[in-house]
């Protein structure tokens, strides 16, 4: 089974950028849907995009309004999501997930298998 490892959250302020990485290892992620979700203290986790194993992407239009782009490296079996704009509700714990690909991309997390550790991203203003 394929396993994820993020990275690169941290502080930052209000109008930063950050970019998250979900390195894989145990497998090509290429092969996968990956998609990205987060969590703030005390509410669900939420799912924010996608990304599918043909390279089409999918985003919470809602929450993330053109200013998170998801994209895949497959040379470093890496998936990123650049995150701009960013808002002091952005902050949250950012987790990276993988599922074998279907024909729809869900947002229910109780549909994707391999969860990373996550990664913290707090925005001041």
């Known amino acids: 089974q394929v396993r994820l490892v993020e990275s690169g959250g941290g502080l930052v302020q209000a109008g930063g950028s950050l970019r998250l990485s979900c390195a894989a290892s145990?497998?090509?992620?290429?092969?996968?849907?990956i998609g990205w979700f987060r969590q703030a203290p005390g509410k669900e986790r939420q799912f924010v995009a996608a990304i599918n194993w043909i390279g089409r992407n999918t985003y919470d239009v809602d929450s993330v309004k053109g200013r998170f782009t998801i994209s895949r490296d497959n040379a470093k079996n890496t998936v990123y999501l650049q995150l701009n704009s960013l808002k002091p509700e952005d902050t949250a714990a950012y987790y990276c997930?993988?599922?074998?690909?279907?024909?729809?991309?869900?947002?229910?997390?109780?549909?994707?298998?391999?969860w990373g550790q996550g990664t913290q991203v707090t925005v001041s203003s």
């Open positions: 997930a993988a599922r074998r690909p279907t024909t729809i991309i869900p947002t229910q997390t109780t549909n994707w298998g391999s």
């Open positions: 145990g497998g090509t992620i290429s092969t996968y849907d």
